[in-house]
């Protein structure tokens, strides 16, 4: 009986930790002058709706690779979209010749570089891999 608890136990534990999603934060360069964005602000930028930040400065948005857990969790939350609906929404955009997609970086190391050496980019990565080369202006719960 306590092999059969401990086992439901056990699997309870692995089903609950593969639907637990870690915090992502979206990033920019420590210099920028502003010190947060709005989730639309964000959506704008990523969905080549604006290409400023708040003040005017060129916004360059970077994405982690296709499938990764942040990418997916981002777009779900902040772009309200899928990842097949993202990807069909840009495929629109570029084949309309009306916009080009968000280059992808990588994984949070990559995209995290990225940033840290360019005012211009803004990405995201998971919470646990911001220090203090990048700035923190908006989390994803």
């Known amino acids: 009986m306590k092999k059969f608890i401990t086992a439901v136990a056990a699997s309870l534990a692995l089903c609950m930790s593969v639907f637990t ?3 992502v934060a979206v990033i920019v360069h420590p210099s920028a002058g502003f010190d947060s964005l709005t989730e639309d602000d964000i959506a704008r930028v990523f969905l080549g709706k604006s290409k400023s930040f708040p003040g005017g400065a060129q916004a360059v948005p970077i994405n982690q690779n296709e499938g990764s857990a942040a990418r997916d969790k981002f777009n779900e939350s902040v772009c309200k979209k899928n990842a097949s609906q993202y990807k069909a929404y840009w495929s629109q955009l570029v084949f309309t010749g009306k916009g080009t997609p968000p280059k992808d970086a990588g994984d949070d190391a990559a995209v995290k570089a990225l940033v840290a050496a360019n005012p211009n980019m803004i990405g995201y990565v ?7 080369s990048v700035k923190v202006v908006f989390k994803v719960p």
């Open 126 to 132: 998971d919470a646990s891999a911001v220090d203090a």
């Open 21 to 23: 999603w870690a915090e």
